[in-house]
Nanobody, 123 residues
């Protein structure tokens, strides 16, 4: 599975931004997928994950109520809608896929990674 993230950019605090991750390869619909982020000088952290069917999603406490993760298996694409962005959301965002059957994920669970897309939130 190959993953390509897009949609990053520079926004102001309180703005919204949507990220997409397009996947290629067969059996994409069988993978749990998620978004992670890494801020300068910090470790990569879990943001959100979603089950293969899209029926179960999990979020980091820091983004609950603000971010929404969805997937369209027919289009081999996942989406991360980010609302009420804060400066602390500034990071490189990565999409990733896992064979683990759980929406709550850690970096070590992931089998495939896409290149990151930078999100910068100014105050």
């Amino acid at each position: 599975v190959q993953l390509q993230a897009s949609g990053g950019g520079l926004v102001q605090a309180g703005d919204s931004l949507g990220l997409s991750c397009a996947a290629s390869g067969r059996r994409f619909s069988s993978y749990t997928v998620g978004w992670f982020r890494q801020a300068p000088g910090k470790e990569r952290e879990f943001v959100a994950g979603i089950s293969w069917s899209g029926g179960i999603a999990d979020y980091a406490d820091s983004v609950k109520g603000r971010f929404t993760l969805s997937r369209d298996n027919a289009k081999n694409t996942i989406y991360l809608q980010m609302n009420s962005l804060k400066p602390e959301d500034t990071a490189v965002y990565y999409c990733a896929a896992s064979t683990k059957m759980a929406a709550s994920l850690s970096p070590g669970d992931m089998n495939y990674w896409g290149k990151g897309t930078l999100v910068t939130v100014s105050s």
